[in-house]
């Protein structure tokens, strides 16, 4: 399985990029949150780049948008 891209840094919502939302679906991450890596971005001379999470299920590479059996 190849990981997923993450989103570029500057994409991110505040949820997301401060740690309190899923780095792909956006949901809440109230716990059981996964590292996901680093999203890395710029603008002009700052750079934003920050560690961000994920839900277990995106984590696992599952479409958000799919429904689980």
Do not use: F
Request: aromatic share 6%; proline share 9%; net charge positive.
């Amino acid at each position: 399985m190849t990981a997923r891209p993450l989103p570029s840094a500057t994409d991110l919502t505040r949820a997301q990029y401060d740690g309190r939302a899923c780095v792909w679906c956006g949901k809440p991450l109230w716990r059981n949150a996964v590292s996901a890596g680093i999203a890395r971005g710029k603008i002009g001379a700052v750079v934003l780049d920050i560690v961000v999470y994920a839900c277990p299920l995106c984590a696992e590479g599952h479409d958000p948008q799919t429904p689980r059996r």
